[in-house]
């Protein structure tokens, strides 16, 4: 059954120079007026996009549809700002400009909303409200097929490492908690390493409103991991689209350090990707737990 949006104003935000909602893949009508409109956003660094970050989306969709009362009628990535201030984060211009390709080429309803990545920090809590401001009160929300005006709920997708995070304390505040996953609520993607039992029970307060998403094929692919492949000169081929590969290559985004040889390049894989996904992967899920932790926190 889907989930009832609460009642809550949200006032007017301020906007970056020049940002406009990414909207013409919004769909304004309804297939079933008897369904609650919903829109999906994932929060995140995007350092770079995957197909996994595209993966998410359809795993949700699907759960959506054989599952809920909810219908689709959008989906956002939010790249985090130059703010968040990270190791290794490239331009926040880069990262969305990824993410647009992406989106634009792999996608037939996904969009980039730049708001949150264009200006100060901002909490994920935040950039939930603001795209509800923008679609619900800019917009007008969207239309059934028999005339009538539909709100549209605003809903965080995530994988259940960052969910995780939200159990522990000091990490993130009450008040965010109770916006994100009470009145807007959430679609948690089980990610390898991260118990999505365990996290979802931690939470029970807002169980109801809290959709855990079995991942029916394996993907442990991170940027994180992606990134380690740039630096070490391995093929990044079918972990992230074409058009983000050859961005990334012209723009010299995470530069080779040198530290795969030219024989082991020629070897194809045979011997830095073992390396990676054995004795260093467990370090790499780490890197990517601490690093959605800091995402969105107060």
Partial sequence: MAAQISAHKTTAFTNPPNYALTSHRLRRTLHAS????????????????????????????DFIRQNTDFEI????????????KKAGLVNAHHRVKMCTLATEQESTWLMVDSWEALQNYQRTAVVLDHLEYEINTVLGGVSTRDGGHRNVQIMLLAGSDLISTMS??????????????????????????????????????????????????????????????????????????ASVI?????????????????????????????????SESSNVRGTLGKEMTRLSTN
């Fill in 34 to 61: 008897t369904k609650q409109p919903i829109v999906l956003v994932a929060c995140g660094s995007f350092n770079p996009i995957t197909y996994h970050h595209l993966r998410m989306f359809e795993i949700a969709k």
């Fill in 73 to 84: 009628v959008g989906g956002y990535l939010s790249p985090v700002s130059d703010e968040y």
């Fill in 168 to 241: 522990e304390p000091g990490v993130w505040s009450h008040d965010d908690l109770d916006n994100i996953l009470g009145r807007h609520g959430a679609f948690v993607i089980e990610r390898t390493g991260a118990a999505l039992d365990q996290t979802i029970d931690s939470l029970a307060r807002w169980r109801n409103n809290i959709y855990p998403i079995a991942q029916l094929v394996e993907n442990d692919v991170s940027s994180t991991k992606v990134r380690l492949f740039f630096r070490r000169g391995l093929s990044v081929q079918y972990l992230l689209p």
């Fill in 246 to 278: 050859d961005y990334i290559e012209r723009n010299n985004l995470y530069p080779d350090d040198g530290s795969c040889t030219e024989k082991d390049k020629d070897k194809g894989s045979e011997s830095g990707e073992a390396d990676i996904t054995s």
